[in-house]
């Protein structure tokens, strides 16, 4: 089996791009910043200008489409919330991008994006996402956790006791946001922190569009609120920034789609942490995260907001 440097070395070397040295930038870590958990990171020099290459690990091949992140990436950097995209091998899981100068631009923290004027910022540019060019494919959430139950029951994966109560209600929270309908725009589809990158005038650009899509735009708030903010009046800020008055609907349609992200993602992190054999802490993203569902499910409202949505 190829390494993931040999497969990009090979990718470039066949689409005729020259380049300078390849090293490893960036080290897996899988909580609380999910780093290089699904793509190995490298840094390179093409046409003497820094590039960063990322080489998609095969244990994440049933996950994640790399043509499908190529194009919704391509349409980011379009809308100008992005780094540009230089070349793309769906083939050999292979994305080679601008770098943003290093140590100007960084990976950024919780607390560095969670005041009002980051904030802001930072919903502006998923704003530019959904009003950029629309992606040629949809994004389901619902599909996502159906895909990963049926890795989880392949790979017998240990879940929770109470899983199948779990799957009940999100289940009921995902028909509850198609009944109500959307208006379908491409998205970033990932709130964690570490997806922007940050520079030290707090200038920002989003990366890692492996769950773009088109879809509803209100799951780019929700992800990003459930990301920075504990407490429901920084929630309920956070959507007045976003859409300058915080109507329960949306409040309600917020807690839905970020209930429906954690189960996501503790699927994800049960199964990742059962099945690679890399050193990564992925079951801790998945218990932090099921600490979150449940403590969505156990919120007195949560019928309410089926029907609120």
Request: charged share 25%; proline share 4%.
């Amino acid at each position: 089996m190829q390494t993931a440097e040999q497969r990009l070395s090979e990718s470039l070397d066949a689409a005729g791009l020259a380049f300078d040295g390849v090293s490893v930038s960036t080290a897996a870590i899988a909580s609380p910043l999910r780093l290089a958990t699904e793509w190995a990171g490298f840094t390179l020099i093409h046409d003497g200008r820094a590039c960063h290459a990322k080489v998609l690990f095969d244990d994440m091949r049933p996950l994640i489409d790399p043509a499908r992140s190529a194009e919704a990436s391509f349409n980011a950097a379009r809308a100008g919330a992005a780094p540009q995209l230089l070349h793309a091998d769906a083939e050999r899981g292979v994305l080679l991008f601008e770098a943003l100068p290093a140590p100007d631009w960084k990976w950024a923290r919780v607390d560095q994006l969670s005041a009002p004027d980051r904030l802001e910022r930072l919903l502006g540019l998923k704003r530019q996402v959904h009003q950029g060019p629309r992606t040629g494919f949809a994004r389901s959430p619902g599909e996502d956790l159906a895909r990963l139950r049926q890795l989880c029951h392949e790979h017998g994966v240990l879940l929770p006791d109470d899983a199948p109560w779990i799957d009940q209600c999100v289940d009921m929270a995902v028909r509850a946001i198609a009944a109500a309908g959307w208006d379908s725009r491409s998205l970033h589809g990932d709130g964690v922190a570490s997806n922007v990158l940050l520079d030290a005038e707090g200038q920002m650009r989003l990366v890692d569009f492996d769950y773009g899509g088109a879809f509803d735009p209100w799951f780019d708030v929700a992800t990003t609120l459930n990301e920075l903010y504990p407490f429901e009046d920084q929630w309920r800020q956070g959507l007045e920034i976003w859409a300058g008055v915080c109507r329960e609907a949306d409040y309600a349609r917020c807690r839905l789609h970020a209930l429906i992200d954690d189960w996501h993602w503790t699927l994800w992190g049960l199964w990742a942490g059962t099945r690679s054999a890399r050193n990564v802490e992925f079951s801790k993203v998945g218990q932090w995260t099921l600490l979150r569902t449940r403590e969505a499910l156990r919120d007195h409202r949560f019928e309410n907001w089926l029907r609120q949505v």
